[in-house]
């Protein structure tokens, strides 16, 4: 099967399946003391986290290689524009986690630079990507994307990323214990990660 010959809907589908897959493995103590960060060794805590994180790069990186595999900038536009009918089937079955990868994909230098091929999208698929970078625009502290994952109706699979970034900031901004004694748990800090 060559890439072009699939439905853009469709992948976008068995995209979703894979990453409710990962991640629906994801246990909530993986997501606790940067467990994803920690040196990899067998058996690690954060294996489902980082198996997720992984896929995301994989589909970063598969989508520049697809396009950048073509040499005439017709073609790559072509690429370019299934691309971006992925992303979009993507974020309308509420996987937003194969959006933003496919959209960190388009700021890749090498892709950002194709400026014969980008000149060759159409207005529709122009408008089609302004609204997903938008949407998950990560201007106000993703303040857009935060306000529509708290309204759609699931199913969803939330962009792990900011997640792991809110959890890092609380790890590392509070303290377990509280100041004046190092026995006392600071239930401040755990009300923040809410698990």
């Known amino acids: 099967i060559k890439l072009l010959e699939l439905d853009p809907l469709e992948l976008a589908r068995q995209m979703?399946?894979?990453?409710?897959?990962l991640?629906?493995?994801i246990k909530p103590v993986e997501c606790l003391d940067k467990n994803w960060g920690k040196p990899e060794q067998e058996g690690h805590i954060a294996a489902n986290v980082r198996a997720s994180i992984e896929h995301s790069n994989?589909?970063?990186?598969w989508v520049p290689a697809s396009i950048?595999?073509?040499?005439?900038?017709?073609?790559r536009a072509t690429l370019l524009k299934f691309w971006i009918g992925v992303a979009?089937?993507?974020?309308q079955l509420n996987n937003f986690n194969t959006c933003m990868a496919i959209l960190s994909a388009f700021d890749n230098g090498s892709i950002g630079r194709l400026r014969r091929t980008?000149?060759?999208i159409s207005g529709r698929s122009t408008q089609i990507l302004a609204s997903i970078r938008r949407l998950m625009g990560s201007n106000r502290n993703f303040s857009e994307y935060r306000e529509i994952i708290h309204r759609v109706n699931p199913p969803?699979?939330?962009?792990l990323g900011i997640?792991?970034?809110?959890l890092t900031f609380i790890e590392d901004g509070n303290s377990n214990f509280l100041k004046k004694s190092n026995r006392l748990i600071s239930f401040a800090k755990l009300s923040l990660i809410h698990i």
């Open 156 to 159: 969803c699979i939330p962009f």
């Open 118 to 120: 980008w000149e060759l």
């Open 163 to 166: 997640y792991l970034q809110d």
């Open 23 to 25: 991640y629906n493995r």
């Open 68 to 75: 950048l595999s073509k040499e005439e900038a017709k073609k």
């Open 16 to 21: 979703t399946m894979m990453d409710f897959k």
């Open 88 to 91: 979009d089937r993507s974020r």
């Open 58 to 61: 994989q589909v970063t990186a």
